[in-house]
């Protein structure tokens, strides 16, 4: 399964740790950037080619990192197709939600809030957990469907 990666200046550490962690699982990574750490980058030169990439590719999923991961989500959800979902510590139940219930296809992460081995649990169960379907599969519909 490919995985997209995409992180600005504030998740560029959590982002190559998370390469490293994922390659090490067995997942096919793409990275879209940020490449180096770059403190007065904009999140949206990345998180947009994350989000195109996997609306464009169903079968894929897509990780965004930024300091809380809203500003991310936020962009990402612009996209036709990207449902992105944002964990910054708390219940990790949550982050099983987002793929149960909303078929989340893709997952920010609020690296200033969280610790990498919390960031390492949170995609696992995420990137583990299945859609549910059912009464969800009308409600993802009207999503994708703007209403």
């Known amino acids: 399964m490919k995985i997209y990666i ?87 139940e949550i982050v099983g939600l987002s793929r149960k219930h909303n078929n989340a296809n893709i997952l920010a992460l609020g690296a200033r809030f969280i610790d990498d081995e919390l960031a390492k649990k949170a995609v696992k169960l995420w990137l583990e957990t299945g859609f549910e379907g059912g009464r969800h599969e009308r409600r993802i519909a009207k999503i994708d469907n703007n209403g």
Not at 22 to 43: M, R, V
């Open 6 to 92: 995409g992180a600005d200046h504030a998740g560029y550490e959590l982002k190559e740790t998370l390469k490293k962690f994922l390659s090490g699982l067995g997942y096919e990574i793409e990275d879209k950037g940020a490449f180096k750490y770059e403190p007065e980058d904009d999140y949206p030169d990345f998180i947009f080619l994350v989000a195109r990439a996997v609306a464009a590719d169903p079968e894929s999923w897509g990780i965004i990192i930024g300091g809380s991961g809203h500003g991310e989500a936020m962009c990402a959800n612009r996209v036709r197709g990207a449902r992105a979902a944002v964990y910054y510590g708390g219940l990790l």
